[in-house]
């Protein structure tokens, strides 16, 4: 049923923009909104994920860490650059990751080193070394 008026409502907002300018941002939120009533009509493998209440969001010293992390994804970011970065304390800092994210900042930085060590090694050049990629993604010890 929510599927059903979730695409009229589409329809009609569609139909209507073609006589009134509907804002791109306007038309990709209900654009969201059929692909979640859609994922809410059925059952699947996924379905736990639309049950579950919605995280918490994250304060903005977190996200402002985590932007920062990713910025500087090819170093180590030691925690005094992240706590001068985000603006709080270092225990407000890992408290709260701890909190929203579920890990510590150093944790979170380790993950998204690694990822992006995945991303390079998923598509090597010719010149591309395990080693090089480590190097490349902050790793100084070969042994790590």
């Known amino acids: 049923q929510r599927l059903l008026q979730t695409t009229l409502f589409l329809a009609e907002t569609v139909n209507w923009s073609s006589s009134a300018k509907v804002p791109s941002l306007a038309l990709r939120e209900l654009e969201q909104a059929v692909i979640v009533a ?22 903005h010293h977190v996200r402002k860490a985590e932007e920062y992390i990713e910025a500087n994804w090819s170093r180590l970011v030691p925690i005094e650059e ?22 510590s900042p150093m ?24 080693i090089g990629t480590a190097l490349a993604c902050g790793y100084s010890n070969a042994s790590h």
């Open 82 to 103: 992240l706590v001068a970065v985000a603006g709080v304390g270092a225990r407000t800092l890992f408290r709260s990751f701890s909190q929203f994210r579920g890990r």
């Open 107 to 130: 944790q979170f930085a380790r993950l998204v080193r690694l990822q992006r060590a995945r991303e390079l090694l998923s598509a090597p050049t010719s010149e591309t070394t395990v």
């Open 38 to 59: 859609a994922l809410e009509a059925g059952r699947h493998s996924h379905s736990r994920f639309l049950q579950g209440a919605a995280a918490a969001a994250a304060p």
